[in-house]
């Protein structure tokens, strides 16, 4: 009898999330926005429509509050659109943004990220290939 197959895992990471919503919906329906989203940690983007990358990519425990105090602070008008991904496990959120900081470099964001002491092999791995060359001739 064939084995069966297990049932994806997609999805597990993202809870829920929105895409591309206008800076003047968190504006204007503030409140809604807090009712729909609630208290939800995650990951959110802030984008310029048209911009062919994101501005900034940030984490908040508290997603509502978190995108509009930017609508204040020093990333003000630099942003019109913004995504939210609410993230199911909070102790992956920092692992997250950093890796979305990373690839797309925002402007927005001063701070690369980091993911902890002696994970980069980076190094290990140009030494080993260097040796493996060494060896071969």
Same mark, same amino acid.
């Given at each position: 009898?064939?084995?069966?197959?297990s049932?994806?895992?997609?999805?597990?990471?993202?809870?829920?999330?929105?895409?591309?919503?206008?800076?003047?919906?968190?504006?204007?329906?503030? @409140? /809604?926005?807090?009712?729909?989203? %609630?208290?939800?940690? #995650?990951?959110?983007?802030?984008?310029?429509? !048209?911009?062919?990358?994101?501005?900034?990519?940030?984490?908040?425990?508290?997603?509502?509050?978190?995108?509009?105090?930017?609508?204040?602070?020093?990333?003000?008008?630099?942003?019109?659109?913004?995504?939210?991904?609410?993230?199911?496990?909070?102790?992956?959120?920092?692992?997250? @943004? /950093?890796?979305?900081?990373?690839? %797309?470099?925002?402007? #927005?964001?001063?701070?690369?990220?980091?993911? !902890?002491?002696?994970?980069?092999?980076?190094?290990?791995?140009?030494?080993?290939?260097?040796k493996?060359?060494?060896?071969?001739?």
């Amino acid at each position: 009898m064939p084995k069966r197959k297990s049932k994806t895992q997609r999805g597990a990471l993202v809870k829920f999330y929105a895409e591309h919503l206008s800076a003047n919906l968190l504006e204007q329906h503030r @409140e /809604t926005v807090k009712s729909v989203i %609630g208290r939800k940690s #995650g990951i959110y983007v802030l984008t310029r429509q !048209g911009a062919p990358a994101p501005y900034y990519v940030g984490l908040a425990s508290k997603l509502p509050s978190r995108v509009a105090h930017h609508l204040k602070d020093k990333h003000e008008g630099k942003w019109d659109r913004f995504s939210f991904y609410a993230i199911g496990k909070k102790k992956y959120l920092k692992d997250v @943004e /950093t890796i979305l900081i990373r690839v %797309g470099d925002p402007d #927005g964001n001063d701070q690369r990220g980091t993911f !902890g002491k002696n994970r980069n092999i980076g190094k290990r791995l140009r030494r080993e290939i260097l040796k493996a060359v060494k060896d071969n001739f």
